[in-house]
């Protein structure tokens, strides 16, 4: 089971950037599909971007593509979110999450993940 902790969260301008940072302690992360997930006020929790174990295959929400990247280090277990362009929209609570691979997932559905971090805030005042 993974277990994961969210880093760099934050108040920022709109336009600025922001990194996030996932870490993985679990021992299956090599085969985990890792995501970020982010839930505003009164919203429901958003799929943003997904990461694939092995290909490195990556999905992106159409509100966050081209803004957004996400990206993996397998030596540290650790994934980030490098957050550019900011927009108010964008303030939430922003979750990592992971689940073991398996074919034919929805990687942006925040039901195919079984761990989820304790989540981060970014906001972004207008």
């Known amino acids: 089971q993974a277990q994961l902790v969210e880093s760099g969260g934050g108040s920022v301008q709109a336009g600025g950037s922001l990194k996030l940072s996932c870490t993985d302690s679990?021992?299956?992360?090599?085969?985990?599909?890792m995501a970020w997930f982010r839930q505003g006020p009164g919203k429901a929790r958003e799929g943003v971007a997904a990461?694939?174990?092995?290909?490195?295959?990556?999905y992106y929400g159409d509100s966050v593509r081209g803004r957004f990247t996400i990206s993996r280090n397998n030596r540290r277990n650790t994934i980030e979110l490098q957050m550019s362009s900011l927009k108010p929209e964008d303030t939430a609570t922003y979750y990592c999450?992971?689940?073991?691979?398996?074919?034919?997932?929805?990687?942006?559905?925040?039901?195919?993940?079984?761990?989820w971090g304790q989540g981060t805030q970014v906001t972004v005042p207008s």
């Open positions: 679990g021992p299956t992360y090599v085969d985990n599909v």
């Open positions: 999450a992971a689940v073991r691979y398996r074919y034919g997932g929805h990687w942006l559905s925040a039901d195919e993940y079984s761990a």
């Open positions: 990461i694939l174990p092995g290909s490195g295959s990556i």
